[in-house]
């Protein structure tokens, strides 16, 4: 990991929380909306929270390019259904869609008794050649929108050398579990994390720890409809400056 690489998790409503950023200051974006339900984190057996309806999409997906810089990406993952409302989202924003990747589980649903599928649309911010590689059409992963465990470690891995350089900084709206934040760590590229759930914001802390980087918390802000008096297991510190 890069001594310089830093790590801070915002506990916030996510468009909220993009608000208060400066335009142009992220590298890259990674979103699964399907990771924003209440409560804990979701597990093997807990359903995933229903993606965001299209008017959530509307005030999410141009904060999400303002603050990305140009010739950059914006990975999303979604269902099949999702697609249909995420990607004139997008583009209405925008982007642009530069590929869908379906992602095959290969397990069976343990709600549902259905092949777990998911996708991951990838999405340009201008035109940017990628570093010396590209996603395949379909990849045979145990990741599926909402549902993450230490089989996705890989594929964030894939997509962070794909589409950014040790040292720059990496957005994930919807952190969950942390994942995302861990691999960073391992490669050195700055990760900045949010979720309304505090404790989620602590489990996503503890695996970026393990994963040998140091997280800074920031407190939510009062507008967020947030309980800042919520009590959470590590100190506050102060991390990178919000836009005001």
Known sequence: MAESAWFRLSRSNPVS????MKSE???????DPARMEPGYPAGPRRPPAPFPAPDALADLFPEIRRV?????????????DDMFAARPAAENAGFRLAKAVVLDGGMEDPEGGNPGLGYLLLFENGC????????????????RPGRHHDGQSALFEQILKLSSYPGELVLDPFLGAG???????GLGRNYWGCDSAG???EGAAARI?????????????ADDGLDSAEQLSFVFQDGPGEES
Do not use: K, Q
């Open 17 to 20: 929380w993009l608000r208060r």
């Open 25 to 31: 200051s992220a590298d890259v974006v990674v979103a």
């Open 68 to 80: 990305l810089r140009r010739d950059r990406h914006f990975y999303l993952f979604c269902g099949f």
């Open 128 to 143: 940017r050649i990628r570093n010396g590689g590209s996603l395949p059409g379909i990849l045979s992963t145990p990741v």
């Open 179 to 185: 994942a995302l934040g861990a691999a960073c760590a």
């Open 199 to 201: 404790l989620r914001i």
């Open 209 to 221: 720890r393990a994963a040998g980087g140091t997280p800074s918390v920031a407190l939510p802000e």
